[in-house]
């Protein structure tokens, strides 16, 4: 089969690999569309350290089975599929308390670390265990069923938030995630919401999908802006999807007392916050990891047209395109959100 490989660190190759063998638990999908994700781009150079090549990436993908282990039963060949990102065991005390994000065993499709290596979806072809599967509608499209992972991490951030009906939100950081999360909390009902980011492009793209104003990021007076529409107060709740020193502490200046902070991003894995202040003003900080078995709504949301994707496909190319494309993200190239590879 055709797959997109990290042959070296910035270094693809489009070549033939062997087909993936199936487990009598697997399942064999052809895969019909799967996303670039940021943290593929990130990844790319080695700096996360989650991604060591020899490896085929991604994780957000959808497509048709081929074939099915002797021990599935409730799926057959032809059936119209998505996957789960995290690939976890079922075993375990957290796959029991349905935590499975936190599975003891967790693997993520498409991630080589020091723990285990699991090769993804840039391929013609990926081999999962028939229990991260789930089924589309009949009219879905496989471009936007591809896009259900990262749907997923914006409908699990909101429920770890405890979010509650009357309360603002900021989301700090206005790309895929971040524009997802804004759109998400719109569809909850949020009825103030605000948007902060360092491109204007994506202010203007976050306040027509559901923010009520955006915020420049640069701006040393972001958070008297935030204070200042919302009466003094500041906002109830504040999601963080970069990951940094900077939009973590804006989000904890921006948040009132006894605010929320949800953690989603983690470009850094180490960063420094204003420990006082987030002991004084009494704040909960949340780390908010992947998704947890909210698929079927993130589906339901796309299906019924809550979550709009087609404002976040910036275009879609055969798989081999994918070096360039990939390229092209890690250069951070003006108007790029999500790009589709088609195998």
Same mark, same amino acid.
Do not use: W, Y
């Given at each position: 089969m055709k797959s997109l490989n990290l042959k070296a660190y910035n270094q693809?190759?489009?070549?033939?690999?062997?087909?993936?063998?199936?487990?009598?638990?697997?399942?064999?999908?052809?895969?019909?569309?799967?996303?670039?994700?940021?943290?593929?781009?990130?990844?790319?150079?080695?700096?996360?350290?989650?991604?060591?090549?020899? *490896?085929?990436?991604?994780?957000?993908?959808?497509?048709v089975i081929e074939d099915v282990g002797s021990a599935v039963h409730d799926w057959k060949p032809g059936d119209r599929v998505t996957m789960d990102s995290t690939v976890y065991c079922g075993g375990c005390d957290y796959c029991g308390k349905g935590r499975i994000n936190l599975c003891d065993n967790r693997q993520v499709l498409g991630v080589s670390c020091e723990d285990y290596r699991r090769h993804g979806a840039f391929a013609e072809y990926v081999a999962v265990p028939a229990r991260i599967l789930y089924r589309l509608p009949d009219d879905l499209a496989y471009e936007h069923a591809a896009m259900v992972e990262p749907v997923s991490i914006a409908v699990h951030a909101f429920y770890r938030s405890g979010w509650q009906s009357g309360q603002s939100a900021v989301v700090v950081g206005s790309?895929?995630?971040?524009?997802?999360?804004?759109?998400?909390?719109?569809?909850?009902?949020?009825?103030?919401?605000?948007?902060?980011?360092?491109?204007?492009?994506? *202010?203007?793209?976050?306040?027509?999908?559901?923010?009520?104003?955006?915020?420049?990021?640069?701006?040393?007076?972001?958070?008297?802006?935030? *204070?200042?529409?919302?009466?003094?107060?500041?906002?109830?709740?504040?999601?963080?999807?970069?990951?940094?020193?900077?939009?973590?502490?804006?989000?904890?200046?921006?948040?009132?007392?006894?605010?929320?902070?949800?953690?989603?991003?983690?470009?850094?894995?180490?960063i420094t916050v204003h420990l006082q202040r987030i002991i004084t003003k009494e704040l909960d900080l949340r780390g908010s990891c992947a998704s947890s078995g909210e698929y079927p709504e993130c589906l339901d949301l796309i299906h019924r047209g809550a979550i709009n994707m087609n404002a976040f496909i910036s275009s879609e190319a055969p798989l081999d395109e994918g070096v360039q494309w990939f390229q092209r993200l890690y250069e951070k190239e003006d108007g790029l959100l999500k790009v589709i590879l088609k195998p």
């Open positions: 693809f190759e489009v070549i033939d690999t062997e087909l993936p063998e199936i487990g009598n638990e697997d399942v064999l999908v052809r895969v019909k569309a799967v996303g670039i994700c940021g943290s593929d781009v990130h990844g790319m150079d080695g700096s996360t350290g989650r991604r060591v090549p020899p *490896l085929i990436m991604g994780h957000e993908a959808s497509g790309g895929m995630i971040g524009l997802l999360m804004i759109q998400v909390l719109a569809a909850k009902g949020c009825e103030q919401i605000f948007a902060v980011d360092i491109d204007p492009a994506k *202010l203007k793209l976050a306040c027509q999908l559901g923010a009520h104003a955006g915020f420049d990021a640069r701006d040393e007076g972001l958070v008297e802006q935030l *204070l200042q529409a919302t009466g003094g107060i500041g906002v109830d709740h504040a999601f963080e999807v970069v990951g940094a020193s900077g939009p973590v502490q804006a989000s904890i200046d921006g948040v009132a007392k006894g605010g929320v902070v949800t953690l989603i991003g983690n470009v850094s894995p180490e």
